[in-house]
């Protein structure tokens, strides 16, 4: 393989990018070959896990080249979060899907009309709609992302069939790069998406599954109701999603939460469609903090401050694990993330999947691939081994750290049972009393003394080990057992009934010539101070670990109702207003100008031209925050219709819009350059631009030469002169690319004043 072509300036091309449009300082080590990759016109599969930030991947090469990359995305909310977002970054993006709008079209028209459309995002059964295809290839697209790449193959555990005609698309595309992202482990997904989707010699990229801002824990289900009470407690007023594998479950739990004072709500796909739109958008809104959802929730939510993700029931693979608590700590801030596992629930799903297998048109290799994933997620619950490397190592990846700080084993939160031994003993001894014939359930009626029909009729109410457990609840035991399978010391039998046996140490635990252990978690675990960062070991924090002092607490709260009223008032989400990990960083560096509000993490020059002031105004306690909207579900509250475009506000007000000119003018009459005019102002390039457009046409200078290249100048200028009717885009593409819009703007302005000086 060949190593890609890095032309030299590329890397000063992709920090001012950075800079100017994200406000971010540097690139993930996997961003960096991912770009490259995009930007050397090579292939690129790309396996990152969800919060890796795969986005700016596809995104930045866009701006970086001016041209349009074109993503294909299987949910059309998660696209109207990206264009929305984008927008807010003054990236000119749209997203083409069946629920578009008569001005949905008109945008999208004008923005390819002058050239500047940079992002497109197309659900992948709009693709091949009528003429669709051949309008994207006159788009002329520098690149083609595919999301969820996955999703192509039936090795994957999210196959969709609408995936399958991507097989098509390397024929339509035959010159352009794509871009393949999956968060699926295994080589043989991998493989498939690559043949495929036709890739040549794609560039494999694999970023980093370990999350140092996750704490796992994995604990035996034994209170369901108050296990999950008790960690939603953890965090007060933030944001938790609980997952439960039935609807059912959905409900239950959630009414139960209610009955202890938490407004939790139940949401799975038997809902009423706008009974799924409310509380989502109630959930992003920050209207409503606790979810007890299926896993049909969560897909198209990219709310970034999510600190808590309780599985009320494992899961089915490690990529469904990974991808659910994934959804925690997007803000790279700590978060949490608990499985409350028992041993029944692979069960469970292996019965799920062998029914739907039997349904379906069966493909026993996809049946058997699915089994194998779910005994790795079994195998993980199971054993007490550092999350994080359990989970890095599933992924393929070496995992450094001898303890990791944040996770249940490594903090050390399980401690042995008093007189574990002999509760083994007894455990085991019933099984062989009853024969090795029955399942967990039955053992246990017999352990804890159950005179039920079952029972009574085998006459197991006689033997020895009958009632030796009647004190320990029937949840616990069902653990213990779960934790004797895991050390081999029994073995559940495959099928629809399973049954219990002897593993081959267990005569030497019946003996005594060799002693069994079992833990339980100890006493509650104590109330986690908010926004608490867990110290993490060396070499991996590169987030500095600082808590927030209490002033800084208060002003971060105070920032949060802003973004809050800023969102409401935008019909957007608030995280894309600005994550919580921007909002904490103002707090602590409680900025007083622009310049420095500018260097906040997070916070791009768009941003802080649109929000800016406002921001500044709240750090001085200037302004009286919006009224606090209450963090509850409020029927009353309509969703913003799905379509709910962006309105950006006017940067400013006019007579500080005339400030801000002077200022600007200032600059340009002493030959600033823009990059340095942007910063002194505090402005987005766009904006700095625009003044200087204004402030060409009225102090008409003899030159542009600190902003335009002489010999950038000549070409744009004889390129104008051969244009027609004054549009920028054909200029643009006459010029083969290599001259930016604003050159050409700027230009413009320059020859508009030559021609009317001419006139008069
Ligand atoms: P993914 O799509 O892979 O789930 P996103 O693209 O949404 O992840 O990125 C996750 C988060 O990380 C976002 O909040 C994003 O703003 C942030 N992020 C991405 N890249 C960077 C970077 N280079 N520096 C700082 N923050 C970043
Ligand atoms: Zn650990």
Known sequence: MTE??????????????????????????????????????????????????????????????????????????????????????????????????????????????????????????????????????????????????????????????????????????????????TATATPRVREDIALQLQLREPVLLVGTFDRPELTYRVLPRQDLEGQVAAAIRRHPDAASIVYCIARKETESLASALQQRGIEARAYH??????????????????????????????????????????HAG??????????????????????????????ADGAKWRSLMERSAAEG?????????????????????????????????????????????????CLDELEEVDGGHVLAQKILSAVVRTGQRFGGAYVIDVLRGSRNEK?????????????????????????????????ELLVRSDGEYPTLQLGPQAMEVLRGTQQAVLRMPKQALASRGKRRRETAGSGRASREAVELSATEQELFETLRTLRRGIARELALPPYLVFSDATLEDMARQRPLTMAALGRVHGVGPKKLATFGERFLGAIRGEVAAPPVVPPVASPAASPPPATARVVVPEPSSGTRRQAALAEAAALF??????????????????????????????????SIAPW???????????????????????????LGGQVSYEAIRITAAFLRNEASAMDG
Request: glycine share 8%; hydrophobic share 45%.
């Open 361 to 409: 048109d069966g493909d026993p290799d996809a049946l058997q691939a699915q089994l194998q994933l779910l005994q790795q997620m079994q195998r993980f619950a199971g054993r007490a081994r550092c999350r994080h490397r359990s989970i890095s190592e599933y992924f393929g990846q070496r995992y450094d750290e001898p303890n990791c700080g944040a996770c249940d084993v």
């Open 314 to 343: 494992m899961p089915k693979s490690l990529e469904a694990y990974q991808q659910e608590t994934g959804r925690a700590g997007r803000d790279g801030l700590p978060a949490e993330c608990l499985l409350l596992y028992s041993a």
């Open 708 to 734: 335009v290249e002489p010999d950038q100048q000549a070409r744009i200028l004889a390129a104008l002169r051969q244009s027609e009717d004054g549009r920028l885009k054909p200029v643009f593409e006459a």
């Open 669 to 702: 009459r002493a030959g600033t350059g823009i990059d340095l005019a942007c910063s002194q102002l505090g402005r987005a390039v766009g904006t700095v631009v625009e003044y200087l457009v204004e402030w060409i046409e009225a102090e008409r200078p003899a």
């Open 4 to 181: 890609p072509e890095r032309p030299a300036d590329r890397d000063a091309a992709i920090a001012a990018v950075l800079q100017r449009w994200f406000g971010f300082d540097s690139l993930r080590p996997m961003q960096r070959e991912a770009i490259d990759a995009a930007l050397s016109g090579r292939d690129a599969l790309v396996v990152m896990p969800t919060g890796g930030g795969k986005s700016l991947c596809y995104q930045l090469p866009a701006l970086v080249l001016d041209r349009l990359v074109v993503v294909v995305s299987p949910l059309i909310a998660l696209m109207q979060d990206q264009v929305d977002g984008l927008r807010l970054l003054g990236v000119p993006a749209a997203a083409v899907h069946g629920n578009m709008t008569a001005k949905d079209r008109a945008a999208l028209k004008a923005m390819s009309d002058d050239g500047s459309l940079r992002l497109l995002f197309v659900a992948p059964e709009r693709l091949f709609f009528d003429g669709f295809l051949r309008w994207v290839q006159q788009q002329n697209p520098a690149g083609i992302a595919i999301d969820e790449a996955h999703c192509i193959s039936q090795w994957g555990h999210d196959f969709r069939p609408e995936y399958r005609r991507l097989a098509e698309l390397r024929q339509h595309f035959p010159g352009v790069p794509f871009q393949a992202f």
């Open 455 to 487: 029972v009574l009729a085998r006459g197991h109410d006689k033997i020895p080990t009958f009632g030796l457990c009647k004190d320990v609840p029937a949840g616990k035991l069902g653990n213990f057992i779960d934790q004797l399978i895991d050390q």
């Open 269 to 310: 796909a038997g809902l009423a469609a706008g009974e799924r739109t409310r509380l989502s958008s109630d959930f992003r809104a920050e209207r409503l903090h606790v979810i007890v959802a299926t896993v049909a929730f969560g897909m198209g939510i990219d709310r970034s401050d999510v600190r808590l993700v309780v």
